[in-house]
């Protein structure tokens, strides 16, 4: 099994290494047909690797901090706040509806919106009660510190942590699933979030974080793979991962090389990368990426 | 005598909701950041006695993004024999920063990192010279 992980590890990294044997300066990493992991390939991950790619995915905060660095106001109009959780009938569709309000309180602790953060929380409350996870939420300690606006950092390690926990849970015991469809669910908001906001503030920094999730966007494939043929929910959202995909086809990221710059600063030492990527996206790659994640994200957001 | 045992309830209330939410040694490490953090996520690292020749033991990935300042802060627990070192590579297995300089012997408590290439790097814990351990590392952004 993980000889298997072994050999597409060693695929990418041949693929870079000869990328770094031309004698261009500028490197171009771009993701070909045949970086695609075959579906009996991926079907055989082991938890380890699932473990990994879980891990990979970025977090909705640091999103939410570029907007906020960015000086973005915040909106309510982003949130996913039409879910009912009581409308969420499936395990399919409490698990990625867990994934997407965990994106928007990340979203709302960090601009500290208490009021909002209250309502998605009793809503994340029923769901994660909904697949059996409940008790690794700390509601009332959350809720308090959310009205306290006092300790945010306690607050996002907490809500971070108690995702990380159920994440843990579900794939200790065999439920899989549901965890690729929370992961599943903060990317979809996440990336539903910076496409939503790069519309109104057209930011190269932001637009570069939306090409760069071409990055990870094979891993998410890859995490929801195993579970493609369950029934048809899995098999349209697995669909739209595709499609995504393929929007991304022609992003192009590359890379120019130089060494790490270390200086030692107030006892700790301070690394500057010198090596750097850039991302190439035409206006109209990306008109296309932010309607198809609104199309899938809106989509998933429904109540049946 | 009514105001002093309310204090105290609610001392306790307090002392209580904190341990049970979170690892003392996990929150100590997420408190002491120092300003302008913000908490990303931790690897909760133990490990036995190893051998000191050996590569690092815990292994991590993590996605980090162009643009932004990563702080890794490094602590160990009290029963700790060695002191918990990072060293990060990149998809290459290019070595882009470690806590420990092998020139001076020096282990660092936290590092600052640049991050100006989007991608998906490795994390390597482990404890100096392979010794055994506890300790957690904590990523925050930097403002």
Request: aromatic share 8%; charged share 25%; hydrophobic share 40%.
């Amino acid at each position: 099994m993980k000889g298997k992980v072994a050999i597409i590890l060693f695929a990418v990294l041949s693929v870079c290494f000869s990328c770094r044997n031309s004698s261009d300066k500028t490197k171009q990493f771009i993701f070909p047909e045949a970086d695609s992991v075959p579906l009996e390939e991926s079907e055989k991950l082991s938890a380890e690797a699932i473990e990994e790619i879980s891990k990979n995915i970025s977090s909705p905060v640091e999103i939410a901090n570029l907007l906020q660095m960015m000086e973005v106001p915040f909106s309510a109009d982003y949130l996913a706040s039409t879910i009912d959780a009581n409308k969420q009938e499936t395990a399919f569709d409490k698990a990625i509806s867990l994934g997407i309000l965990g994106a928007d309180l990340g979203y709302l602790n960090m601009y500290e919106q208490t009021a909002s953060s209250i309502d998605i929380l009793s809503s994340i409350k029923k769901l994660a009660e909904g697949i059996n996870v409940g008790q690794f939420f700390d509601f009332e300690t959350i809720k308090r510190l959310s009205l306290n606006r006092s300790d945010l950092d306690s607050l996002l390690f907490l809500s971070i942590d108690s995702y990380t926990q159920i994440d843990e849970y579900l794939r200790d015991n065999a439920r899989g699933q549901l965890s690729a469809l929370m992961i599943i669910g903060v990317w979809i908001e996440g990336q539903y979030l910076a496409t939503q906001v790069v519309k109104e503030y057209p930011d190269p920094v932001l637009k570069d974080r939306i090409g760069e999730q071409k990055i990870i966007l094979n891993d998410l494939i890859m995490l929801a793979n195993p579970y493609c043929k369950i029934d048809l929910e899995y098999s349209e959202l697995c669909n739209s991962l595709q499609i995504i995909k393929e929007k991304y086809r022609d992003v192009r990221i590359s890379y120019t090389l130089g060494e790490p710059i270390s200086v030692e600063k107030d006892g700790g030492l301070v690394v500057t990368q010198t090596e750097t990527s850039k991302v190439e996206m035409t206006d109209e790659q990306l008109k296309e990426i932010i309607d198809i994640t609104e199309q899938i994200r809106n989509k998933l957001i429904v109540n049946k | 005598m009514n105001k002093y045992f309310l204090l105290l309830v609610f001392l306790l209330v307090g002392i209580f909701s904190q341990a049970q939410s979170t690892d003392p040694l996990v929150s100590n490490c997420v408190m002491n950041a120092g300003p302008d953090t913000r908490y990303l996520k931790d690897f909760r690292i133990q490990l036995a006695q190893g051998s000191p020749s050996a590569d690092m033991r815990y292994k991590a990935q993590m996605s980090l993004w162009k643009n932004t300042k990563y702080r890794f802060s490094l602590c160990n627990s009290d029963e700790s024999q060695g002191q918990l070192i990072l060293t990060i590579k990149d998809v290459a297995n290019k070595e882009i920063l470690s806590s420990f300089d092998k020139k001076t012997g020096k282990i660092y408590p936290f590092i600052d990192f640049i991050c100006n290439k989007s991608g998906i790097y490795t994390l390597n814990f482990d404890f100096d010279g392979g010794k055994q351990g506890s300790g957690v590392g904590v990523v925050f952004m930097v403002r």
